[in-house]
């Protein structure tokens, strides 16, 4: 699911739609940065409902590649709650792993967000939900309301 389209997060930041991982077992986060004036903070959240009415960032596993026109990732790097200082290099990205299990009782719901960089970044964000606990055509919805 296309949880950022590609935007200019300058003056802003961006924060995903919000999605829930009820029926999904594991989310694959793609995170993507274009052309990048300044570094932004990545965090994840994981919340009660899709508006969010109460939201705590999280820790996770992330792979990255920060080199210009590079097509290798990293090895698997923990981000604390704190999250992942981006990298000022332009075309970069970063695969973030999350498995349903991590979240809290009663938050179902997670939500990516970017920081405001303070100068012109292009960043676009995709969600792949898998392990759906429902098989069948269509696939089970993750976005329930967009926020």
Do not use: W
């Not at 009415?53 to 920060?66: G, K, L, P, V």
């Amino acid at each position: 699911m296309n949880a950022t389209a590609p935007i200019d997060i300058n003056g802003a930041g961006a924060s995903s739609d919000v999605f829930s991982m009820e029926n999904f077992s594991h989310a694959t986060i793609i995170v993507q940065l274009g052309v990048t004036g300044a570094a932004t903070t990545i965090t994840v959240k994981e919340c009660d409902d899709v508006t969010p009415t109460n939201s705590t960032a999280i820790a996770f596993y992330y792979y990255s590649e920060t080199t210009a026109a590079g097509d290798t990732l990293s090895t698997r790097t923990a981000a604390t709650t704190s999250g992942i200082t981006g990298s000022t290099n332009d075309g970069v990205m970063y695969v973030i792993e999350i498995d349903a299990s991590q979240l809290t009782d009663g938050y179902k719901y997670l939500q990516v967000c970017a920081s405001d960089p303070s100068a012109a970044t292009l960043y676009s964000c995709v969600a792949i939900l898998s392990g759906s606990r429902y098989s069948g055509d269509p696939a089970t919805e993750a976005i329930t309301a967009i926020v």
